[in-house]
């Protein structure tokens, strides 16, 4: 099964000092990469990632790292659907961002669940078509 792995679970895998492999997020990542599923990254949750990174030398390990999960292509519909769904959410009172949006799309788009510890995916899934991977929380 393909997937898109959002900004808050690569933040988990690779941005912190010590990764807590306990953490659902990170045991569902590392379970998904040695089943051999496919794992896609969205163009905004690269730039997410690399955003704020303060050293060439952090840069240059991330991308290394990211290399080898292609990116989900995004293309104007993919911008004109991210549009329509914040609409739609806006109307039944769910607030997010323009990139949460875009990165929904995105997965819609290309049939992908997301797998996201971040909540406002889960109230932008309640009223799209996103579908979010499945994270056993013990």
């Known amino acids: 099964m393909n997937l898109v792995v959002d900004t808050s679970v690569w933040s988990l895998v690779l941005r912190r000092q010590r990764v807590d492999a306990e953490n659902p997020f990170v045991r569902a990542f590392h379970a998904h990469v040695n089943a051999g599923h496919g794992l896609f990254l969205a163009g905004p949750v690269l730039?997410?990632?690399l955003d704020g990174v303060r050293s060439?030398?952090?840069v240059s390990?991330?991308?290394a790292a990211l290399d080898?999960?292609?990116?989900?292509p995004l293309t104007?519909?993919?911008f004109v659907l991210a549009a329509r769904m914040r609409t739609d959410c806006r109307r039944k009172g769910v607030q997010a961002?323009?990139?949460?949006?875009l990165i929904a799309a995105a997965?819609?788009?290309a049939g992908f669940p997301l797998l996201t510890a971040d909540e406002d995916f889960a109230r932008i899934a309640r009223c799209t078509d996103l579908i979010l991977a499945r994270v056993q929380v013990d």
Do not use: H, I
Request: hydrophobic share 40%; charged share 25%; proline share 4%.
């Open 107 to 109: 997965c819609v788009e």
């Open 56 to 58: 060439e030398q952090q």
């Open 97 to 101: 961002g323009s990139v949460d949006f």
């Open 47 to 49: 730039q997410e990632l």
């Open 68 to 72: 080898a999960f292609p990116l989900v």
């Open 76 to 78: 104007r519909q993919t």
């Open 61 to 63: 390990r991330l991308l």
